[in-house]
């Protein structure tokens, strides 16, 4: 994975973060003392949540973690006006921002302690988003006639609830783009499918968090500091089923896993050769720019993608099917995708497999329907058959020119250059250091 300083967008998202700190700090700073004395207690509890949802995030199914219950929580600093029993929280705009910023400084200091990564930029990314929903509640409009100033009378309710949601859907699909940009440049994908995949996957918990932060303000001059807890009841919800659908994914990849460890306990193929085609894999599909849903189906074909290989008397040398004979390699790609049809929710994996073995010239020339990831799977398995799994640069260089003189013939030339992307020209070593995603 690439540093921050080599990252210009995440470099950019960052010093925005910092920017609006500092400055902040420079034009309300001053004010500072006044807003700890007045709201005290309030800011301790908004603080506290804060760096709790930053310290408790979801891991969604495709093994991507955010911070709903953080959002939530900046988004209630921005829209509360009235607390019962509270004073009236008539901030600026930063003030707001130095709120949220303290809980999320909070956040990244125990990560810190703890021997964790905080990744800054998303923190970054998250302050750009309760910034730009403070400003619009707070700021945009005239004196008397903002956002904020609307929720104190009682006859435009109606309307005040529908406006705040409205700001805190742009503020939280600002974020979720920003989040989905830094991602893609962190594992170098594809932009658009990097914001695709994140809408997609989030669209359930995001709605969640559009609605639960305008009802911490709209339920404040009732239930007090009690309206917090009480809003994030259905948000708590939505974690424990999210949390659970990600552990039935876990317990079905590993299922596949173990299933596909058969032809290594079998003598059939090499210890992790599975593990390391489809981490491959998925590296791969995430350049040509794969959905989740693909990526999933893509990781379990690949660990399965030499299941047939059990049915051989005599095993492959070093299970190395991109040195067999081409009938033998459509003949295992068969009997495996035999086998994994058994499993009715794996007809897609079963597919992919079969398709595994098909030269991309019969695309390119006769059309022949193969899917993307079969293709995919074909040339991550010759590179490690190729390679043995070893990260010397000899190994790296033969195998990239075995496959260079099979381009277009054997191997989809958009695949290959994916590959060499994602391997990079000698950087193979770093293949099997950022662990795929738990699916």
């Not at 660990?303 to 190395?320: E, N, Y």
Request: glycine share 8%; net charge neutral.
């Amino acid at each position: 994975m690439k540093p921050v300083a080599t990252r210009p967008f995440a470099v950019v998202v960052l010093a925005a973060g910092i920017g609006l700190v500092v400055a902040a700090l420079v034009m309300d700073g001053p004010d500072l003392a006044t807003l700890v004395s007045t709201h005290e207690r309030m800011l301790l509890i908004f603080v506290g949540v804060v760096a709790l949802g930053e310290l408790l995030p979801l891991r969604m199914p495709s093994g991507r973690e955010t911070a709903p219950l953080a959002m939530v929580s900046g988004l209630a600093v921005a829209f509360v006006g009235p607390i019962e029993g509270e004073p009236l929280f008539a901030v600026g705009t930063r003030l707001v921002l130095l709120v949220v910023a303290a809980g999320l400084g909070v956040a990244a200091i125990v990560r810190r302690v703890r021997g964790r990564h905080a990744r800054l930029p998303s923190l970054a990314a998250r302050l750009v988003g309760v910034s730009v929903a403070a400003f619009l509640a707070r700021s945009w409009g005239e004196e008397g006639h903002t956002l904020w100033a609307l929720q104190q009378a009682p006859a435009t309710k109606g309307l005040v609830a529908g406006l705040m949601t409205l700001v805190a859907a742009l503020a939280v699909l600002l974020e979720l783009v920003l989040v989905s940009a830094l991602r893609a440049e962190r594992q170098r994908t594809p932009w658009l499918s990097a914001v695709r995949d994140e809408l997609t996957e989030a669209a359930p918990i995001t709605l969640a968090v559009v609605v639960t932060g305008p009802m911490v303000a709209l339920m404040a001059p009732v239930l007090g500091l009690l309206a917090l807890p009480a809003a994030l009841v259905p948000l708590v919800m939505a974690y424990s089923a999210v949390g659970q659908y990600a552990r039935n994914r876990r317990t079905n990849r590993q299922l596949i896993a173990t299933l596909s460890r058969l032809t290594e306990a079998g003598g059939y193929t090499p210890n992790q050769h599975a593990e390391r085609v489809a981490e491959l894999s998925v590296r791969i599909g995430r350049v040509v720019g794969l959905g989740d849903r693909e990526l999933r189906d893509i990781e379990y074909a690949a660990l399965l993608h030499d299941l047939g290989q059990i049915s051989l008397r005599d095993p492959i040398p070093d299970g190395a099917t991109v040195l067999a004979a081409p009938a033998d390699q459509r003949d295992i790609a068969s009997e495996g995708a035999r086998i994994i049809r058994h499993a009715e929710t794996l007809a897609t994996v079963a597919t992919y497999v079969e398709g595994q073995t098909t030269p991309f010239r019969l695309v390119r020339e006769h059309g022949e329907e193969v899917p993307m990831a079969s293709r995919i799977i074909k040339c991550a398995n010759a590179y490690d058959d190729l390679t043995g799994g070893s990260s010397g640069p000899e190994r790296h260089e033969a195998a990239m020119e075995r496959i260079h003189l099979g381009l277009g013939y054997e191997y989809d030339p958009e695949v290959v250059d994916a590959l060499t992307r994602v391997v990079g020209n000698s950087a193979v070593g770093r293949v099997g250091k950022e662990p795929a995603p738990s699916r």
